[in-house]
């Protein structure tokens, strides 16, 4: 039976049990499995498909939520790791090498970015990054030891959609392997495997867990050779997700499809009426007309998503004055849950960037980051109006 999205979301496998099987996937809290077959053991502990041995290896319940979200990104496989953070590390240390080349977007989370820093002084990683617009400017970066091109589906703060059929083919037809963040779409809005992506990355902290009670990452393949070495690698570096952070995200996935129509609708609301505040210079959400991105989204995503950015007029004074005033939204360094959060860039998850830097990746000092949460759109559209100046 061909199932809906919305529908495979809600029915993660449980094992049978003699003829009936649980409805809601049990917590498998143990941190090893016993045997009498040496052989099965052996088996469990080489191949991800092959049984239980060690929870850092596999575990059924992280398992099950590996099988959902790989199901819905039209995965073979996936890997649910301890943070977003955790998957990124994961799927960088196993396929850079020293003196590598990256291609990567201009604007990225703060996390991502850092790691990048990281690689290219320890291990003499080099990136090119890119506006992720235009696929000749992913050609002209490219040089002889280039590998990897590493995309968000939505940027992160800034809310730029890339143009991911356009560079993924770039890319692939250059023997790159394509990596894409697609925490703010989530597979609802957005599968980047069907566009030509070797591997999608979650923070699953995020829209998957969908209540801020979660910190979980999830690494998907395309490929089955491409997931058995991801699992190796992920082993080795112990970033195993807990089982209870894997039921609480299987607990999520049943209502994302509701959560994310909502905080789509809730989004447009906002945008719309800051677009038309004077105290706001500039809206950054790509379901408006004036967003640059606004004819790639309409190709790419079947939602505009739940994640609005817009710069205060009077810069880095006004934005931290405005996340102050706030009485109903929270300042909190996070997103994709049910309540609404906002963040100030430049102070927080892009503080590691001078100032010159913010500007090229186009976060400006009075922008603001805000996770549109699931409240009445009227009461989180009354905290902004009394937040922001009169204007």
Request: net charge negative; aromatic share 6%.
């Amino acid at each position: 039976m061909s199932l809906h999205l919305e529908t495979r979301a809600i029915h993660a496998a449980a094992p049978d049990l003699s003829g009936s099987r649980p409805v809601s996937v049990p917590i498998y809290q143990t941190s090893t499995f016993a045997f009498t077959d040496p052989v099965a053991c052996s088996e469990a502990l080489a191949d991800p498909g092959a049984g239980f041995a060690y929870s850092r290896y596999r575990n059924p319940t992280t398992s099950a939520l590996e099988d959902a979200v790989a199901d819905l990104e039209g995965g073979v496989g996936a890997i649910a790791t301890s943070s977003g953070m955790g998957a990124i590390n994961a799927v960088l240390l196993a396929l850079l090498r020293p003196g590598d080349h990256v291609i990567a977007q201009r604007c990225l989370y703060g996390g991502t970015f850092s790691v990048f820093v990281g690689l290219a002084a320890r291990y003499g990683i080099d990136v090119s990054y890119i506006s992720g617009r235009d696929a000749a400017e992913l050609t002209a970066a490219l040089r002889p030891r280039s590998r990897l091109l590493y995309l968000e589906t939505v940027a992160n703060p800034t809310v730029a959609v890339s143009d991911q059929p356009a560079l993924l083919a770039a890319a692939r037809s250059a023997g790159l392997t394509c990596v894409v963040d697609n925490t703010f779409a989530t597979p609802l809005l957005c599968r980047p495997i069907e566009h030509g992506a070797d591997i999608v990355l979650h923070s699953a902290t995020k829209y998957l867990g969908g209540h801020d009670d979660v910190t979980l990452g999830v690494i998907v393949s395309a490929q089955d050779e491409m997931h058995h070495a991801l699992w190796k690698n992920s082993v080795d570096l112990g970033v195993a997700a807990d089982p209870f952070a894997a039921w609480l995200t299987i607990r999520g996935l049943k209502t994302l499809s509701l959560r994310m129509a909502r905080h789509c609708e809730n989004a447009a609301h906002l945008a719309e009426r800051l677009a038309a505040h004077p105290a706001v210079a500039e809206v950054h959400w790509p379901g408006l007309p004036s967003h640059p991105d606004h004819a790639v989204a309409r190709r790419l995503l079947s939602g505009f998503g739940g994640m609005v950015a817009f710069d205060v007029a009077g810069g880095r004074e006004a934005g931290l004055a405005f996340v102050s005033a706030l009485r109903l939204a929270a300042l909190a360094p996070s997103l994709g849950g049910t309540e609404t959060l906002v963040l100030h860039p430049a102070s927080t998850s892009h503080r590691q960037m001078d100032a010159a830097g913010l500007k090229e990746a186009g976060i400006g000092e009075g922008s603001i980051r805000v996770s549109v949460g699931l409240e009445h759109p009227d009461d989180l559209w009354a905290d902004f109006a009394q937040a922001l100046p009169a204007g």
